[in-house]
């Protein structure tokens, strides 16, 4: 399957982050490898399945050098009570006016139960170390992306 953000560079944006300070991407993670996993709400079940995975595997994500950044729509406090209540060990990311996500293609129409709103699809993006879009996963698995994307990055860093 093509993906038209396949290849290409993130978009400039800056982003509040819940460790206080803007990520201004893609300055703020040259030179190494990121994951940017997107995810619909925090504190919902499945987005806090796949952030405690995050959490529990960020060991080996370190031990690759590789960076972990999960990104919603949610505002800060949200951010910050998800941290907490779950002890999470990466930041997050708040695109509140889905400049990010309209971007890649992670915003627009979803459907839950039958309806059909807009938000944010649980998307993943692998970011080389120049900034290039190297590996897009789309509609992931909460319970199965961590290890998908972890071998992905122990593959092309070659750790």
């Not at 999470?88 to 979803?110: C, I, M, R, T, W």
């Amino acid at each position: 399957m093509s993906d038209s953000v396949l290849g290409g560079s993130l978009p400039s944006v800056s982003l509040e982050s819940t460790e206080g300070k803007s990520v201004k991407l893609p300055d703020d993670i040259a030179g190494s490898w990121t994951l940017l996993y997107f995810y619909p709400k925090d504190d919902t079940p499945g987005c806090t399945k796949q952030a405690c995975s995050y959490r529990d595997n960020l060991g080996e994500f370190k031990k690759i050098g590789a960076k972990v950044y999960g990104v919603s729509l949610d505002d800060l406090s949200s951010h910050g009570n998800f941290i907490q209540k779950y002890s999470l060990n990466f930041p997050l990311l708040s695109d509140p006016d889905h400049k990010l996500s309209e971007a890649l293609g992670v915003y627009g129409d979803q459907e839950w139960r039958g309806k059909v709103f807009k938000g944010l699809s649980r998307d993943s993006f692998l970011i080389s170390p120049d900034g290039k879009i190297r590996k897009v996963w789309r509609k992931v698995d909460p319970t199965t992306t961590v290890q998908e994307t972890l071998q992905e990055i122990s593959n092309v860093s070659g750790v």
